[in-house]
C-alpha cells in the first residue's frame, strides 16, 4: 500500500513537471550545481550597471506563496555577484496592483543565489512582472531588471484574498506547509499579508490564527492540532494532525485581538 | 449409573468394535459431541481424569443436550454452563467465561494460537473450526488454564478429531444433510477415513447456507444470512506403537455473512491452519509422553456495506493475521508426582486496513490495526501431586514474555496523532501461578479449591487500535500503548455429590481484577465514524469484581428417563459499585429425557432471568426474562454395521420473542425452528 501511495506520487510528480517543463523555455546558461532542482523562472539584462539578473523557483510559479531565488552576474565577466542590496517589485501593471513579497533577508547571497519570496494572489498567463533591483555592494552598481512570465493556477487554492470582518480590509492568506502531507502530525505554516494600498501589501504580524482540521465527507476532525502562532514576517507556525488519507479542509479562524477578521476561509489538502 | 448410561450410549451410538483404538473413528459417528465426549471420550480416550478440581476434559454439562448433528461450534460451547455467547447476527458468536470475552480468554485449537482478523471482533476463531471435526472442548477457569497462555478467564481449547488409525475397518465415514426452517439453512456434512495398519488419512467437509432468520412472532431479521464452508485434510503415522506423526490442515472460508447489530457485513472470512505434531508415548519409565508441535495459519477478513441502505461513506476494512508457532511438552510421572511441562512460543503479524470512498473525494486510508508483530515465548509447569488416595493437589506456573511492535511507519505516524510513540518494542513480562486442591470427602461427596493470580497483556486492540468503532456503544476505540497489564487474583471452588442414581455439582468464582483494561471517554476528542458517539481510549480501571457460580443437578429414578438442570449466575462491578458491561443474567436449562435402545426423545426449557444490572456508560440495555422450549428427538436405523440417523426437533416451540443479554444491536432471536437432520454413516 505505503509502495503504491509512493508510486503514485511520483506519477503525480512526473505528470506535473511535463506539463509544467512544455511551457518553461530552458535556461540558456545552466548552472547545475547551485540551480540544481530549481525551476528557470526568466532572465534579463539591468537597464543600468551591467547585470544579468536571473530568476529561479522552487517551482513553478502559482497563484500561491512562492520561493524564488535570484541570481545576479556581472554581465561583462559573468562573475557571480554574491554581495548586493536586492529589493524586489512583483506587479500587474495593467491591473494596477503589486502583491505581497519578501526581499532576500541577507546581502549575501547563498551558494550564489538570493532568496526571496513573493505571493501571487492571482493567476494569469501574461502580465506579471517582476521587477529586481541589484547594488553591488562591491562596485556600488545598481541596475533593475524587468522579468515577465506566467503564473499557473494550483489544482488546490494555495492562496486567498478575503474582507476582514472587522475593518473590511483586504487580507492575503497564504498556504505554505505542510507540501507533502502525511498521517500523523505535520508542520503548518500561512502567510498574512494587508493590502495598505494597490501597490503594498506589508505583512500581518500581530493577529491571532485557529486551526480546525476537518474531514468534510466524515465530518469529524483531528485532535492534537497546535494553533500557529507569528514568527516573524507574518509568517504563521503550528502543527496540524491527521487521522488518516484522503480530504481534509483546515478550517481557519483569524482574530485581531477580541475581533474575528475571517472565520470562513480554508485550505483543501489531499492525500 | 454412570457405566449404564455408557452402554446405552454405545448402542445408541453405534455398532462398532470398540476399546482396542485409543483414538476411534466412533467419535465420528455420532451426534451431538458433548454427548460424544461424555459417552466415549472417557471410556476411550481420557480413561482417567487426571483433572484436579472441576473436570476439563468433558464439559460440565452432560448427556442432558439433544443430538443435532448439525450444531454450530458456539452451539457447543454455550452447553457450558459458565460460557455465554455475545451475539452480533447469526454466525460467529463470540465466547464468554466467566463473563469475560475473548480478550481475556485463551482461545485455541489443538493448542494452536489462533487470531482472529477482524477489528469488530466479528470472528472468533471458534467460527473457523466445524463440530463434525471437533474431539473434546476443554474449558478451563482463570489461571488454571495457564497451559496454553497467560488469560485472566481462562482457556478454552477445541481438540480437532484428526485421522483415525483402525486397522479392523479400512474405509469408514459418514454422509449428511440437514435442514432448519427459521432461516431456511441447508447443512451437509462429509467425512471419509481411509485406514491402514500404520497409517490413516481422514478429509471431512461441512457446508451451511443460512437465509435471514425468522425472529419469535414472525419479523424476519434482515442480515442474519451467511454461507461457509470448511474443509480439513488430517493424516496420522504411526511408526512405532509409541510414536505417532500428525498433520492436520484446515480450510474455513465463509462469504456473504451478516451482521444485523453492525453496520457492515462480512465480505469474506477466511483461515487456513496448518499442524504439524509429534508424539511419543513411552509404555513406561518416568517420562510418560511429549509431544513436539509446529504450525501456521493465516486469517483474512473484509468487512462489506454494498448491501446495506443508506451508507453514508462506502468503506471497506480488510484485515490479516498471520501465525506461526510451536510448542515442547512432556509429561513426567514419579511417584506421586506427575509433572507436565510445556515451552511455547509464537510470532504473530496483524493487520487492518480501513478505507473509505466518498463521492467526488479522494480515498480515505487508515489502519486500524497499525502492521503489529508479536512475539510470545512461554514456559508452563505443573506439578499434580496425589497426596493421597482422597487428596490430590495441582500447581500450576507459566511465566510468558511478550514484545509487540509496528512495523508500518505509517502506523508510528498515526500514533503520532494522539502523542503516542509506538516506534520502539513494547515488552512485557507475564506471571500466573495458581494451586487446586481436590479432596474426596466421602463415597459420594469430593470438594475442590483452586487459588491463584494472573495476568494478561492488553489485546492488539487494547495496545494499537486506531478508531475501531465500537457498534455496543458508539464509540470510537483507540489504544494505548502503553497501559498496563491487567491483573486478577481469582478463586475457584466446587462441592460434588454423586450418587447412583443423582448427581449434584456446585461450584463458584471470584475474580479481583487489577488494572481492567476498559474503554473510558475522552470527551475533548472527535469520533471519526459518522455519527458516533465519542471517543474512548484504553484506560487501567484500579479495581473490578467478577464473581458467579452454577449448580448442576441431574437425576435418573429410572434407567430410560434422566432429568438434568443446570443454574448459573454471574456479577461483574467496577470498583465503586458501577456494574461491568455484558454479563449474562441468571440462567437456567432444564430438561427431561426419555432413551429408548435406538433413539431418544427429550424437553428441554432455556430460561433467563431479566438483566436489570446495566451500564448504560457502554450503550447497555436491559433485558426481559424469557423461556423457551425446545423439543427433540433422534432415532437410527441399522444396516449390518452402516446405519442412518434421525435428528429433528422444534426449537422455539412457542415462537416466543425474545433476546438474550449478550445479544447486540436489540435484535431478537430465532423463533421457532424445525429442524431435520439425517446422516449416513459406514
Not at chain 2, 512432556?330 to 487492518?352: F, M, P, W
Amino acid at each position: 500500500m505505503n509502495s503504491l501511495i509512493k508510486l503514485l506520487f511520483a506519477g503525480v510528480i512526473l505528470l506535473l513537471s511535463i506539463l509544467t517543463g512544455c511551457k518553461k523555455d530552458n535556461d540558456p546558461d545552466p548552472d547545475p550545481s547551485n540551480t540544481e532542482g530549481l525551476v528557470y523562472v526568466g532572465q534579463a539584462y539591468t537597464t543600468q550597471g551591467s547585470m544579468l539578473v536571473k530568476v529561479y523557483a522552487a517551482d513553478s510559479l502559482y497563484c500561491a506563496y512562492n520561493n524564488l531565488f535570484i541570481e545576479v552576474r556581472d554581465s561583462a565577466s559573468n562573475e557571480v555577484i554574491s554581495n548586493a542590496e536586492i529589493t524586489l517589485l512583483p506587479q500587474m501593471e495593467m491591473m494596477g496592483h503589486a502583491a505581497p513579497f519578501e526581499n532576500p533577508s541577507s546581502t549575501a547571497a547563498v551558494n550564489g543565489l538570493f532568496p526571496c519570496a513573493v505571493v501571487f494572489q492571482m493567476p494569469g498567463d501574461m502580465g506579471w512582472t517582476l521587477d529586481v533591483t541589484a547594488k553591488d555592494l562591491a562596485t556600488n552598481n545598481e541596475g533593475t531588471a524587468r522579468i515577465d512570465f506566467a503564473v499557473m493556477s494550483p489544482t488546490l487554492a494555495r492562496t486567498q484574498v478575503v474582507t476582514a470582518l472587522n475593518d473590511g480590509s483586504k487580507l492575503v492568506i497564504s498556504y505554505l506547509q505542510p507540501i507533502e502531507p502525511k498521517v500523523g502530525m505535520n508542520d503548518f505554516e500561512i502567510t498574512l499579508h494587508w493590502k495598505e494600498s494597490m501597490m503594498s501589501f506589508p505583512p500581518v504580524e500581530n493577529y491571532t490564527v485557529e486551526i480546525e482540521p476537518e474531514m468534510p465527507s466524515m465530518g469529524h476532525g483531528s485532535p492534537n492540532n497546535v494553533n500557529p502562532v507569528h514568527t516573524g514576517n507574518g509568517h504563521y507556525k503550528g502543527q496540524v494532525n491527521f487521522t488518516m488519507t484522503g480530504e481534509w479542509n483546515i478550517n481557519l479562524r483569524i482574530m485581531e485581538g477580541s475581533e474575528a477578521v475571517d472565520t470562513t476561509s480554508y485550505f483543501v489538502v489531499t492525500f | 449409573m454412570r457405566r449404564l448410561a455408557y452402554k446405552i450410549f454405545f448402542v445408541l451410538i453405534s455398532s462398532h468394535a470398540i476399546a482396542q483404538q485409543q483414538d476411534s473413528i466412533l467419535f465420528f459417528m455420532e451426534g451431538n459431541i458433548t454427548e460424544r465426549i461424555i459417552g466415549l471420550n472417557e471410556v476411550l480416550v481420557k480413561p482417567s481424569c487426571d483433572c484436579v478440581g472441576e473436570c476439563s476434559c468433558k464439559p460440565t454439562v452432560k448427556e442432558n443436550y439433544s443430538l443435532n448433528r448439525f450444531s454450530a461450534t458456539d452451539a457447543l460451547l454455550e452447553k457450558n454452563s459458565r460460557i455465554s455467547l455475545i451475539k452480533r447476527g447469526n454466525f460467529a458468536f463470540e465466547p464468554v467465561l466467566n463473563g469475560m470475552a475473548s480478550e481475556r480468554l485463551n482461545l485455541t485449537i489443538d493448542g494452536m494460537k489462533i487470531f482472529g482478523a477482524c477489528t469488530d471482533k466479528m470472528d472468533p476463531i471458534t467460527s473457523y473450526v466445524e463440530p463434525n471435526n471437533m474431539k473434546s472442548i476443554a474449558v478451563q477457569h482463570g489461571a488454571a488454564g495457564s497451559m496454553y497462555g497467560s488469560g485472566i478467564g481462562g482457556s478454552v481449547n477445541m481438540e480437532t478429531n484428526g485421522a483415525s488409525i483402525n486397522p479392523a475397518k479400512k474405509i469408514s465415514g459418514e454422509a449428511g444433510m440437514g435442514f432448519q426452517s427459521a432461516s431456511m439453512g441447508a447443512n451437509a456434512l462429509f467425512m471419509l477415513n481411509y485406514s491402514s495398519k500404520r497409517w490413516a488419512l481422514m478429509t471431512n467437509g461441512v457446508y451451511r447456507k443460512f437465509q435471514n432468520y425468522r425472529a419469535g412472532g414472525g419479523e424476519i431479521i434482515n442480515y442474519t444470512q451467511f454461507e461457509k464452508w470448511n474443509g480439513s485434510v488430517s493424516g496420522k503415522y504411526m511408526p512405532t506403537d509409541n510414536d505417532v506423526l500428525r498433520f492436520d490442515v484446515i480450510i474455513d472460508e465463509g462469504y456473504n455473512i451478516g451482521y444485523a447489530a453492525l453496520p457492515m457485513d462480512v465480505l469474506y472470512a477466511k483461515a487456513k491452519i496448518f499442524g504439524l505434531t509429534y508424539q511419543h508415548l513411552p509404555c513406561h519409565g518416568t517420562v510418560e509422553k511429549y509431544e513436539v508441535k509446529f504450525y501456521g495459519n493465516t486469517v483474512s477478513h473484509s468487512m462489506d456495506d454494498t448491501k446495506r441502505p443508506n451508507v453514508a461513506i462506502h468503506m471497506d476494512m480488510p484485515g490479516n493475521t498471520r501465525t506461526f508457532g510451536g510448542y515442547f511438552d512432556t509429561q513426567l510421572k514419579k511417584n506421586k508426582h506427575k509433572v507436565t511441562l510445556r515451552l511455547d512460543g509464537y510470532h504473530s503479524n496483524a493487520r487492518a486496513e480501513m478505507s473509505m470512498y466518498p463521492v467526488n473525494e479522494a480515498k480515505m486510508f487508515m489502519l486500524t490495526w497499525p502492521d503489529v508483530d508479536k512475539m510470545d515465548a512461554g514456559i508452563f509447569l505443573q506439578d499434580v501431586i496425589e497426596i493421597s488416595d482422597k487428596n490430590k493437589l495441582s500447581i500450576n506456573a507459566r511465566l510468558e514474555y511478550v514484545i509487540t511492535q509496528v512495523i508500518d511507519e505509517f502506523g508510528v505516524q498515526q500514533a503520532s496523532v494522539f502523542n503516542q510513540d509506538v516506534s520502539k518494542a513494547n515488552q512485557r513480562l507475564l506471571k500466573v501461578i495458581s494451586a487446586s486442591y481436590m479432596r474426596t470427602i466421602s463415597k459420594t461427596v469430593s470438594a475442590w479449591l483452586t487459588a491463584g493470580y494472573t495476568e494478561r497483556a492488553p489485546s492488539l486492540t487494547e495496545q494499537y487500535g486506531f478508531y475501531i468503532f465500537n457498534a455496543y456503544d458508539g464509540y470510537d476505540y483507540i489504544g494505548n500503548v502503553n497501559i498496563k497489564n491487567e491483573k486478577a487474583t481469582q478463586a475457584d471452588a466446587g462441592v460434588q455429590w454423586k450418587q447412583e442414581k443423582a448427581e449434584i455439582r456446585c461450584t463458584g468464582f471470584y475474580y479481583r481484577l487489577f488494572d481492567y483494561i476498559l474503554g473510558a471517554q475522552d470527551k475533548t476528542m472527535d469520533a471519526m465514524t459518522i455519527n458516533a458517539n465519542g471517543v474512548k481510549f484504553s484506560k487501567n480501571i484500579p479495581e473490578a469484581f467478577m464473581t458467579g457460580g452454577n449448580l448442576e443437578l441431574t437425576y435418573s429414578p429410572v434407567k430410560i428417563l434422566k432429568f438434568s438442570s443446570v443454574s448459573s449466575y454471574t456479577h461483574g462491578e467496577i470498583a465503586g459499585g458501577s456494574p461491568l458491561p455484558l454479563i449474562a443474567p441468571f440462567k437456567n436449562n432444564s430438561s427431561i429425557k426419555w432413551l429408548h435402545q435406538r433413539g431418544f426423545v427429550m424437553l428441554e426449557c432455556e430460561s433467563a432471568a431479566a438483566q436489570n444490572r446495566i451500564n448504560p456508560e457502554f450503550g447497555e440495555r436491559t433485558t426481559v426474562d424469557y423461556s423457551i422450549i425446545n423439543v427433540r428427538a433422534g432415532y437410527y436405523i441399522p444396516f449390518g454395521d452402516k446405519k442412518i440417523t434421525l435428528n429433528a426437533g422444534i426449537e422455539n416451540l412457542l415462537d416466543k420473542r425474545y433476546r438474550t443479554h449478550l445479544t447486540w444491536g436489540g435484535i431478537p432471536q430465532q423463533g421457532i425452528n424445525g429442524y431435520l437432520n439425517v446422516s449416513f454413516s459406514f
